[in-house]
Antibody, heavy 127, light 106 residues
Framework: QLQLQESGPGLVKPSETLSLTCTVS??????????WGWIRQPPGKGLEWIGT???????YCNPSLKSRVTISLDTSENQFSLKLSSVTAADTALYYC???????????????????WGKGTTVTVSS | SYELTQSSSVSVSPGQTASITCSGD??????ACWYQQRPGQSPVLVIY???KRPSGIPERFSGSNSGNTATLTISGTQAMDEADYYC?????????FGGGTKLTVL
């Protein structure tokens, strides 16, 4: 059974770079069937999509975060990573990594849904 | 940018039917999915591609999507269904979540 585990510092100083890694077990990230993504949830608030990467290297990012986000794959370690630069208190959140299924019907209607989520890791931005 | 709107809260009595809606411009022309998030837990997919249920999700969960509105329906609601529910769609290479609806079973 596929499992995802987030790891990284729980505390990051303002203006620094947040770095998280998602380790995938029970399956390979080097697959043409799945996408791998990051979602966050500020305390007491809803879900916010950060970005998604495909094994080919194709990346989709939330436009509101795109200038600060780097997402990458490490197929040798079966991991994928998130870097978010110039963080502020507004970046304090529970960060989830996830596996997504993306496809199309008729070549026109696209679907994207997340079928596996990690447990999440809390990141606090504070000096 | 594309937006999905959900009502903040819905209440239902046990055994009754709960309907949670998600609105967006021409949402019916896109695929919607739904996640359930119980307190302190990661979200769980309950409906994908408008109306499909993943393995292990009870039959009382169903979905529909037409016009500008997607609807998650929970028939015979149980106390264990009390949770936050989020709709989500894909629009021009971007994932969009609704703001979430808190379902209270009382």
């Amino acid at each position: 059974q596929l499992q995802l585990q987030e790891s990284g510092p729980g505390l990051v100083k303002p203006s620094e770079t947040l770095s998280l890694t998602c380790t995938v077990s029970g399956g390979s990230i080097n697959s043409s069937s799945y996408y791998w993504g990051w979602i966050r949830q500020p305390p007491g608030k809803g879900l916010e999509w950060i970005g998604t990467i495909f094994y080919s290297g194709t990346i989709y990012c939330n436009p509101s975060l795109k200038s600060r986000v780097t997402i990458s794959l490490d197929t040798s370690e079966n991991q994928f990573s998130l870097k978010l630069s110039s963080v502020t208190a507004a970046d304090t959140a529970l960060y989830y990594c996830a596996r997504a299924i993306v496809g199309t019907t008729g070549g026109y209607y696209y679907y994207y849904y997340i079928d596996v989520w990690g447990k999440g890791t809390t990141v606090t931005v504070s000096s | 940018s594309y937006e999905l709107t959900q009502s903040s809260s819905v209440s239902v009595s046990p055994g009754q039917t709960a309907s949670i809606t998600c609105s967006g411009d021409k949402l019916g022309d896109k695929y919607a999915c739904w996640y359930q998030q119980r307190p302190g837990q990661s979200p769980v997919l309950v409906i994908y591609q408008d109306n499909k249920r993943p393995s292990g999700i009870p039959e009382r969960f169903s979905g529909s999507n037409s016009g500008n509105t997607a609807t998650l329906t929970i028939s015979g609601t149980q106390a264990m269904d009390e949770a936050d529910y989020y709709c989500q769609a894909w629009d021009t290479s971007m994932v969009v979540f609704g703001g979430g609806t808190k379902l209270t079973v009382l």
